[in-house]
């Protein structure tokens, strides 16, 4: 299998659900990204990881949980959930290049979150 | 806060014209720009890249750079309905992509 692939791609859970989003890249890429995609809305970006290692965290909520075993895996674990959370979650790699044309992200294909 | 604007449309243009996309950003460090296609429901795909000032051509598409006016475009010849979609731009500066909110295509048969 090639590319990023996401599982499960369509996600309901009630607001005391624990469930775990799951993300792997087969590009050999260094960064994972999880954005947030709500309807009308730009993509929010919500962490960062390169090498594994978290380095930005965009003052999401702590009901978000982010973890990354190895480079290529990346899941995000939700607790507690509120309505406003229901969107579409896209996990994207990069090779966390510097030199031009600069980090190039490619997206998986995404899961559709619906919490009641 | 640096910001890419983009006009959220719809951009409305009849089969086989040209689609003129356009795209603002706010800091003047961006790098490299990148114009993803984004069809309703699915993730988005990476279209092209620019980093130099002009254009750059790849098939019908092609991508204009104007880091004086800090102003991207990517143009559509000959548009076809399957290119009906949401283009999102997207600026490289200092180890971070910011995206723009996205433009809204349609493509009249």
């Known amino acids: 299998e090639t590319g990023v692939t996401q599982t499960p791609r369509h996600l309901v859970m009630g607001m005391t659900n624990k469930k775990s989003l799951k993300c792997e890249q087969h590009?050999?890429?260094?960064?994972m990204y999880w954005y947030k995609q709500s309807a009308k809305k730009p993509l929010e970006l919500m962490f960062v990881?390169?090498?594994?290692?978290?380095?930005e965290n965009n003052s999401v909520p702590s009901r978000f949980s982010p973890e990354c075993p190895n480079s290529s895996h990346l899941f995000l674990h939700l607790h507690t959930l509120q309505p406003e959370d229901s969107a579409l979650y896209l996990c994207?790699?990069?090779?966390?290049?510097?030199?031009?044309?600069?980090?190039?992200?490619?997206f998986g294909p995404g899961t559709r979150l619906t919490v009641l | 806060q640096k910001e890419v604007e983009q006009n959220s449309g719809p951009l409305s243009v009849p089969e086989g014209a040209i689609a003129s996309l356009n795209c603002t950003y706010s800091?003047?460090?961006?790098?490299?720009f990148f114009w993803y296609r984004q069809y309703s429901g699915k993730s988005p795909e990476l279209i092209m890249f620019?980093?130099?000032?002009g254009d750059k051509e790849d098939g019908r598409f092609t991508a204009q750079l104007n880091k004086a006016s800090q102003y991207v475009s990517l143009l559509i010849r000959d548009s076809q309905p399957s290119d009906s979609a949401t283009y999102l731009c997207?600026?490289?500066?200092?180890?971070?992509?910011?995206f723009g909110p996205g433009t809204s295509l349609s493509v009249i048969p």
């Open positions: 590009l050999g890429h260094n960064a």
């Open positions: 800091d003047r460090g961006s790098q490299s």
């Open positions: 994207a790699s990069s090779q966390d290049r510097k030199d031009p044309p600069g980090d190039t992200q490619y």
């Open positions: 990881y390169s090498l594994e290692e978290r380095v």
């Open positions: 997207a600026g490289y500066s200092y180890d971070k992509v910011i």
């Open positions: 620019i980093y130099s000032n």
